[in-house]
């Protein structure tokens, strides 16, 4: 999995502020574990910051949720991020501390 690829991914989510779509160059990867990847987006238009976390899976076949073309999709076709997977996320941040090194540390 890489980072320009997830980065790529983010783009295809809007801002909760002002329905912007996200920019590639305003996709920061904090770090990932295994299938979880943690980012920080920027909204160029309302320069809101959020952190994201989403499950990415290797091993699905991928939905509808980019707006890759379908020639890099089928270059992808292992790597998806569901929606699920990142409205379940929502509970995990919820509870989380903050301490991203710690996190990753952890094996
Ligand atoms: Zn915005």
Known sequence: MEEKFIKRLMTSMKCDSCGQHYEVYNVDVIGHREDLWFLKVLCSTCHTQCLVAAVVKEDRIPEAVTDLAKAEL????????KADDVLNIHNFLKNFDG???QLFSQK
């Open 74 to 81: 089928d270059k992808f076709k292992n790597n998806v991020i």
């Open 99 to 101: 301490d991203f090194s």
